[in-house]
T-cell receptor, first 117, second 114 residues
Framework: DGGITQSPKYLFRKEGQNVTLSCEQN?????MYWYRQDPGQGLRLIYY???????QKGDIAEGYSVSREKKESFPLTVTSAQKNPTAFYLC????????????????FGEGSRLTVL | AQSVTQLDSQVPVFEEAPVELRCNYS??????LFWYVQYPNQGLQLLLK??????LVKGINGFEAEFNKSQTSFHLRKPSVHISDTAEYFC????????????FGSGTRLQVQP
C-alpha cells in the first residue's frame, strides 16, 4: 500500500534534548511538508520541500530543522531552541513540481505526538 | 497570501440531523479549496475538494460542499449525520501559483449525540 509512515507515534523528551521525527513516503511525490498541530490552532506549516536537496521555511520554522537527502524521506529535528515543542506533528506529501498537476492536495501520515517532560 | 476562517470551533448536533460547517477564505487570486477530517490521534483524510467547474462538490461519507465565490465561502454539509461522523473538520486553501502548501483553518469539532 502506498502511503506516508511517521515514527515514532509517541515520543517523550527531556528539556534541552534534540529529537528527530521520521517521515517516509512511497507515493513517489516530489513535495513534502511538516505541520504542527495544537488544540484550537489548526495546522501550522513548519518546513516544506518541493524537491530533493531543497527546502523552505514555513510560518513557524524557529527551533526546527529538516533535511531532504532522498525523495522518500523528510526528517524533522526539534531542537532545544524550540520553546514549546509539546505538540502533534504531521508529515504530508503532494505531487509537487508540475504546477499544472499539483493542486496542493496533501496526503498525510498518522502523526507523531511529542511530549516534553 | 491566503487565509481561512472556520466560524465555529464546536458544533453539537443530534444523530440523523442535518449539519453545516462554515468556512470562509481570503485570497487575492483564484484558489483551490479542501475539506479534511481528522479522527482522534490520527492524520487527516481528504473529504472533498473544489478545483474548478461545478460549484457543488460531493465527497466521501455523504458530505458535500458548495463554493460561493461572491461570498468567498466553502461550507460543508451533510443531510443526516451519524455518531461515526464525530471528528475534527478542517477547511484548507491553496493557490495555483506561489507557495503551494495548504493553509488551514483552526478546525471545527463536530460532536454527534445520540
Amino acid at each position: 500500500d502506498g502511503g506516508i509512515t511517521q515514527s515514532p507515534k509517541y515520543l517523550f523528551r527531556k528539556e534541552g534534548q534534540n529529537v528527530t521525527l521520521s517521515c517516509e513516503q512511497n507515493l513517489n511525490h516530489d513535495a513534502m511538508y511538516w505541520y504542527r498541530q495544537d488544540p484550537g490552532q489548526g495546522l501550522r506549516l513548519i518546513y516544506y520541500s518541493q524537491i530533493v536537496n531543497d527546502f523552505q521555511k514555513g510560518d513557524i520554522a524557529e527551533g526546527y530543522s529538516v533535511s531532504r537527502e532522498k525523495k522518500e524521506s523528510f526528517p524533522l529535528t526539534v531542537t532545544s531552541a524550540q520553546k514549546n515543542p509539546t505538540a502533534f506533528y504531521l508529515c504530508a506529501s503532494s505531487i509537487g513540481t508540475a504546477p499544472t498537476k499539483d493542486t496542493g492536495e496533501l496526503f498525510f501520515g498518522e502523526g507523531s505526538r511529542l511530549t516534553v517532560l | 497570501a491566503q487565509s481561512v476562517t472556520q466560524l465555529d470551533s464546536q458544533v453539537p448536533v443530534f444523530e440523523e440531523a442535518p449539519v453545516e460547517l462554515r468556512c470562509n477564505y481570503s485570497s487575492s487570486v483564484s484558489v483551490y479549496l479542501f475539506w479534511y477530517v481528522q479522527y482522534p490521534n490520527q492524520g487527516l483524510q481528504l473529504l472533498l475538494k473544489y478545483l474548478s467547474g461545478s460549484t457543488l462538490v460531493k465527497g466521501i461519507n455523504g458530505f458535500e460542499a458548495e463554493f460561493n465565490k461572491s461570498q468567498t465561502s466553502f461550507h460543508l454539509r451533510k443531510p443526516s449525520v451519524h455518531i461515526s461522523d464525530t471528528a475534527e473538520y478542517f477547511c484548507a486553501v491553496s493557490a495555483p501559483t506561489g507557495r503551494r502548501a495548504l493553509t488551514f483553518g483552526s478546525g471545527t469539532r463536530l460532536q454527534v449525540q445520540p
